[in-house]
Nanobody
Framework: QVQLVESGGGLELTGGSLRLSCAASGRTFSWYAMGWFRQAPGQEREFVAAISGAGSSTYYADSVKGRFTIFRDNGKNTVYLQMNSLKPEDTAVYYC????????????????WGQGTQVTVSS
């Protein structure tokens, strides 16, 4: 079992930056690919980014490519999402995700979820 706890959300202005963190406990962190999803009010949860267990490969949704960066520190059992050039449409609850197998953009590929952290981007 893997427990995930997000932090780092908050209120930011358009064009600003935020960094989300997700601390994992439980089994060996480096075994798991990790990802981030988000859910805006009244919308379905959507994929944002994912990273392999070793951190050697990453995958991004087109909507965040070039603005967001996912990276991990396996020594600290933590995965991060650096969000730059924020837009109001990035406003959502952001969820950390853990994969037992290979990462993907489908919700059904995720085995573990964090509780979520709110990100609000004001214009």
């Amino acid at each position: 079992q893997v427990q995930l706890v997000e932090s780092g959300g908050g209120l930011e202005l358009t064009g600003g930056s935020l960094r989300l963190s997700c601390a994992a406990s439980g089994r060996t962190f480096s075994w798991y690919a990790m990802g981030w999803f988000r859910q805006a009010p009244g919308q379905e949860r959507e994929f944002v980014a994912a990273i392999s267990g070793a951190g050697s490969s990453t995958y991004y949704a087109d909507s965040v490519k070039g603005r967001f960066t996912i990276f991990r520190d396996n020594g600290k059992n933590t995965v991060y999402l650096q969000m730059n050039s924020l837009k109001p449409e990035d406003t959502a609850v952001y969820y950390c995700a853990g994969y037992s197998a290979r990462y993907g953009d489908s919700l059904s590929r995720v085995d573990y979820w964090g509780q979520g952290t709110q990100v609000t981007v004001s214009s």
